[in-house]
């Protein structure tokens, strides 16, 4: 792609090197292609590719950020591009000078399972609910930068007073296993750059330009870290390119501030601001749906988006008597479209919902028609036991002090270590504050735990320390294959699937897993073969190396295929996607925008609600059904169901509906009747 293929506005965009530049990218718009051009202008500019940083939300989108980049300035410059999501980039900052803050290089990074089992420990409760409400808390006070001092002021009640008080235990056990959490990702690597001058001045002089995807879903703290990585003393220095779209921000209940942007032009007041209108998506009939419900919100930067791809079909609203009847009427329209050739796929077809139990009619439906589909944000295949017990053993290998790993890791298989042994060892390792690993290996161990149990320790740390060894030293897929092969038949990890499933099949496909990791983490090892100038280069990297990186790798990971088949997924997990054509369902007041019983909808609320509606319908690329019911479930009750007040503000857009003329039509239908080829026989 060639900048020729830009528009006006991409274009302006794409050259603007002479300052900040805030670009307004509406839905579809092709903000991707705007970030790679610029890339690319930046090269062009005198920047090495090294001194370019694009952050992203998600590992999917830094793939295809790079991917695309790979394709317009080659793959040795694409390689050295610092593309990757907020993340990634806190852990690199972090592995590289987290040390002034007392972190090791090989830090652990704790999912969040892990966290939980933390917080269950720190507030001395057995409640996995309580615990999760305290992680949902500490997370929200994370991403709006408050230590567990701020959290104590900001508590309102009781709860939060808890809460607060578990936030500092937590804090001081994660300090002491060496580990974070993926709040602590962001957070940690700001305390870093405001706290040492020369490490902040060492990443500002790293990254000459810094571009930054999806502005409007940056938290507060995400925010304060762009800050920090591009406020040079010298104004004229201070180069970033901020990309998103202010209707399209619907993560509040997740830290995501619109205050963001409406700072950026008082914080850099040199900011050029770009307004990306023409979209690349959607018919006009389904962009002029999208303006009418959006245009009830206040704007913080006007813009209207436009379509050069023709009128196509106005947006449907079908009225349903309960959500089974929508589960078949939902059913009906993908039959059609398959059955008219308008979808040649099942997997140009998605169904669109505000919460995930919306799927249930949905999905009994689907399989009573026999029509393959995926539920988006259903088990994961990183979520799955057997994964998360090897991830544990490669945690362990690359930090021993990750108590949470080698809680884990000694218990999958159990090789006669039992909770009394685990609890005994942890009082230890308490009283001579040491890391549960590194009491294995204290001299008075046999105080605390005595005969069959500490052989059964030192057998364990005996694997851990042979397979660290083995893992530092194996480079490439086959050997990696090998080793990790060789390293689970010894600890008999296929026996202790198959001893904890009372079926067979269930245990043939938990093995499966296994081996389908093994083959992800061999194929990491044996590097990418690049081809450059008649030369052939190959990056390998050991296990070790690999374990290293493999928290960040699977906790923002979007595992997903190309199978043909149906998608259904809530309007929160389809930002960023499109499909020829998308169902709506559930559209009611209630749903969407949803309430909770004696839940205040504030104009906050229900403006974010509003984006979410928006974002809806613009995934739609063809056509759009926006259905509700008549009768729908509460709780266990049936009450009456009342039509989203989105749904008319959509309906508002059709008066502005360009009316064709008549005779035209029957101009247009002889025209196609003509070109069509004659039926044969």
């Known amino acids: 792609m060639t900048a020729a293929s830009l528009n006006p506005a991409q274009l302006e965009a794409v050259h603007h090197l002479a300052g900040p530049c805030l670009v307004l990218a509406g839905a579809g718009s092709g903000k991707t292609r705007v970030i790679t051009h610029k890339i690319a202008r930046l090269l062009q500019h005198g920047l090495a590719p090294r001194e370019i940083a694009a952050i992203t939300f998600t590992n999917k989108a830094a793939a295809e950020m790079r991917e695309r980049a790979h394709g317009l300035v080659g793959p040795r410059a694409a390689r050295e591009l610092v593309v990757c999501t907020f993340h990634a980039l806190g852990v690199r900052l ?231 009847h929508e589960a078949e009427r939902a059913v009906a329209r993908i039959q059609a479209l398959r059955a008219a050739g308008q979808a040649a796929k099942w997997s140009d077809v998605a169904i669109l919902y505000r919460a995930n139990h919306q799927s249930r009619a949905l999905e009994q439906k689907l399989r009573a028609a026999q029509i393959p589909y995926k539920v988006s944000g259903g088990t994961g295949f990183f979520d799955r036991a057997e994964i998360r017990d090897l991830c544990a053993w490669l945690r362990l290998i690359v930090n021993n002090d990750d108590d949470p790993a080698f809680l884990r890791a000694a218990t999958a298989p159990r090789r006669g270590i039992g909770h009394q042994t685990l609890a005994s060892l942890g009082e230890f390792a308490a009283r001579w504050k040491t890391s549960l690993f590194e009491a294995l290996h204290a001299p008075s161990l046999g105080t605390a735990v005595k005969g069959k149990a500490i052989d059964a320790l030192h057998e364990f740390g005996r694997v851990v320390v042979d397979l660290e060894h083995r893992a530092r030293q194996t480079q490439g897929a086959d050997d990696a294959r090998a080793l990790l092969l060789g390293w689970l038949h010894d600890i008999g990890y296929e026996q202790y699937l198959r001893d904890g499933e009372d079926s067979p099949r269930l245990a043939d496909a938990r093995w499966s897993h296994v081996l389908e990791f093994v083959d992800w983490i061999a194929r990491r090892c044996g590097g990418e073969v690049r081809r450059e100038a008649g030369t052939v280069e190959i990056e390998r990297q050991s296990v070790w190396q690999v374990a290293q990186t493999i928290s960040i790798v699977i906790g923002l990971a979007e595992r997903g295929d190309d199978d043909d088949v149906v998608t259904l997924s809530t309007l929160h997990a389809a930002k960023g996607l499109e499909w020829p054509h998308v169902i709506l369902a559930g559209v009611n007041e209630g749903l969407l925008p949803f309430r909770a019983e004696g839940d205040e909808m504030t104009p906050q609320r229900l403006e974010e609600e509003r984006r979410l509606m928006y974002v809806g319908v613009t995934r739609a690329q063809r056509t759009l059904v926006v259905s509700w019911l008549r009768r729908r479930r509460k709780g266990r009750d049936t009450v009456a169901g009342v039509p989203s007040r989105f749904i008319a503000e959509m309906r508002q857009g059709e008066a502005a509906a360009p009316k064709e003329d008549p005779r035209e039509r029957l101009k247009r239908l002889r025209a196609e009747l003509a070109a069509r080829p004659a039926a044969t026989g």
């Open 94 to 324: 972090l592995r590289s000078d987290g040390e002034r803050l007392g972190l090791k290089p090989n830090f652990s990074i704790l999912d969040a399972d892990d966290v939980l089992g933390v917080l269950r420990d720190a507030g001395g409760t057995t409640d996995a609910a309580l615990a999760r409400r305290w992680q949902w808390a500490i997370s929200l006070w994370k991403n709006q930068g408050l230590d567990a001092d701020g959290a104590e002021r900001a508590a309102s009640n009781d709860d939060e007073r808890v809460a607060a008080r578990v936030m500092r235990r937590y804090q001081e056990r994660l300090a002491a296993y060496q580990a974070v959490d993926f709040d602590d990702l962001i957070g940690l690597p700001l305390t870093l750059l405001r706290r040492e001058a020369e490490v902040r001045h060492k990443w500002q002089q790293t990254f000459g330009h810094v571009l930054v995807d999806e502005v409007q879903d940056t938290n507060a703290v995400q925010y304060e870290l762009l800050r920090a990585l591009v406020d040079h003393d010298d104004e004229r220095r201070r180069l970033f390119t901020a990309v998103g779209d202010d209707d399209q921000s619907i993560y509040g209940w997740r830290g995501a501030t619109l205050d963001n942007l409406r700072r950026l032009p008082q914080d850099y007041p040199r900011l050029k601001v770009i307004a990306l209108e023409q979209n690349y998506r959607s018919t006009g009939a389904i962009l002029r749906a999208a303006n009418a419900v959006i245009a009830a919100n206040p704007k913080l930067f006007e813009k209207r988006l436009w379509s050069a791809l023709g009128e196509g079909e106005p947006a449907r609203v079908v009225e349903c008597d309960g959500d089974e």
